[in-house]
């Protein structure tokens, strides 16, 4: 990133909570004269299943494009005609494990991320993303 003491990243993945998000993030980009950036993790580890394809790296290279495409598109799609062009970063890779690690190269990048909801046990057993990044992200982190 270019200068991310000035970057105020904010997380899609097209969910709802993403979106409000997504909205938060362009809010407080305008009113503190900060670069907004979209970040979006492609989902993919070892032990995901995509089904025959998992080996095939140009089947999930295309997968991963497309997805982020779509993503990307629907996030600037809903933020209008005020951020044409903000710049995208697509990770590949554990979610949270990911955007902790993009915290950690850009000290100072201020992250904005919706939050799902689970229930407490469903966040006790599944983990959540949200959860992680704020425990272990070394950078300020909103959830909405």
Known sequence: ???SRHALAVAVDGSPQALKALHTAADLARATGRELVLIYVYPHTSTS????ELDDEEFL????DRSARAVFDAAIAQLGSDWSDPKKILLWGNPAEEIIE???????????MGRRGLSRIKSLLLGSVSDKVLRHGTGLVTLV
Do not use: C, I, K, Y
């Open 49 to 52: 299943t995509v089904g025959a």
């Open 61 to 64: 290279t295309d997968h991963r």
């Open 1 to 3: 990133m270019s200068d």
């Open 102 to 112: 993009f915290m950690r190269q850009n000290p100072g990048v201020h992250l904005v």
